[in-house]
């Protein structure tokens, strides 16, 4: 089993400047990223209005598998034209880490 995570840090526009504004940027963005069938959360930045970090988990019985759903998640997220993609941090973690 491996499972992988990957956490996207965004600039949102420049109208983001209340935390309602930036909520109608980011859930949108989850709810287009559950179609790939991973776990996702605004994970950090939660009191920015600029900023936002969503992280996203994915569990399969292949290395390879969790890596495709994992770059497909970074292309459609760094596609969305709303955001800037400053970062990403990815992790992969099989049955043989300790």
């Known amino acids: 089993m491996y ?4 956490v996207f840090d965004l600039l949102l ?5 209340s ?5 109608s940027y980011v859930r949108p963005l989850i709810a287009y990223l559950r179609k790939f069938e ?9 009191d920015l209005t ?10 399969a019985a292949e290395a390879g598998h969790v890596r495709e759903v994992l770059d497909t998640c970074e292309r459609a997220v760094a596609g969305r034209p709303e955001f ?10 099989g049955d043989d880490d300790e």
Do not use: F, M, Q, Y
């Open 3 to 6: 499972t992988g995570t990957a």
């Open 13 to 17: 526009p420049g109208d983001s400047r």
């Open 19 to 23: 935390l309602k504004a930036k909520r």
């Open 38 to 46: 991973v776990s996702v959360a605004e994970v950090g930045a939660l």
């Open 50 to 59: 600029g900023r936002a970090e969503v992280g996203i988990a994915v569990v």
């Open 84 to 93: 800037e993609l400053l970062s990403v941090r990815r992790r992969l973690h």
